[in-house]
């Protein structure tokens, strides 16, 4: 019998990959809302499952388990499935992609959501770093969508992999956030191979969950609005 997971999550958060890696698997889990408006993240109690008190955190027989890809990258391989296996020759590719997703797309994600905490409170620098950034991302968008181009069975393929989850969701929040901001940079069109993974995602029922868990709307990846969730905020 397998253990039933609890994930530690927010709407429209990071946790909203793991949601939907743990609902593509049909594992059994529980959710518990981390309230971000109440700060609950820095809480000692979610401080004890993770002391950067950053969401998400699944616990697991093992023990929490908390950054995304890891929890990811241990999903698929405790389950054999969403990633190529440990000796196949399709893994080294898998593994540089999905730990770019992580550690270089998402961090430059951060950094344009969140300027004030990398430069501080003055507008003017905030303003330019996130000009830096989305230049950045575009970069980053066009060299996925080279490597996409590829047809990888692991990137865009008819049976997704935990990368694809992850690089859905990245495209949603470049497409909504910063709210208030001017979002016109990322044009999803201008990348047909990321779309089209995008498009062919929303037809699994993995998807279909997760939007209705979360009040994702019906077209979360290429047509994305605001979250409406049915608790916790969003923002």
């Known amino acids: 019998m397998t253990a039933r997971y609890r994930l530690h999550y927010a709407p429209d958060n990071a946790s909203l990959v793991i949601r939907l890696a743990l609902e593509e698997l049909g594992l059994p889990y529980d959710t518990i809302l981390v309230d971000r408006r109440a700060k609950a993240q820095s809480s000692d109690e979610y401080r004890a499952l993770n002391p950067n008190g950053l969401i998400p955190v699944l616990e697991t027989p093992d023990g929490p388990i908390f950054e995304t890809a890891a929890i990811l990258l241990w999903l698929a391989d405790r389950h054999g499935a ?64 080279a490597a ?24 949603r929040w470049m497409a909504l956030y910063p709210a208030g901001c001017d979002r016109c940079w990322m044009v999803l069109a201008q990348y047909p191979n990321l779309r089209a993974l995008c498009a062919n995602l929303e037809l699994r029922a993995s ?29």
């Not at 000796?87 to 730990?99: C, E, I, M, P, Y």
């Not at 935990?162 to 969701?169: G, S, V």
């Not at 209705?212 to 049915?230: C, D, H, K, Q, Y």
């Open 82 to 145: 969403l990633a190529p296996p440990v000796d196949s020759d399709q893994r080294a590719g898998f593994l540089k992609w999905l730990f770019f997703a992580s550690n270089t797309l998402h961090a430059d994600l951060r950094m344009l959501f969140y300027p004030e905490i990398y430069i501080g409170p003055d507008q003017a620098q905030q303003k330019q770093l996130r000009r830096v950034q989305r230049r950045r991302l575009h970069v980053h968008l066009t060299n996925l969508e």
């Open 148 to 171: 996409a181009a590829d047809h990888p069975p692991w990137l865009g393929a008819e049976t997704p992999s935990i990368l694809d989850f992850y690089l859905a969701c990245q495209l």
């Open 207 to 235: 998807v279909t969950a997760a939007r209705l868990a979360e009040g994702l709307g019906a077209t979360p990846f290429t047509n994305p609005t605001l979250a409406i969730p049915p608790e916790g905020s969003a923002t």
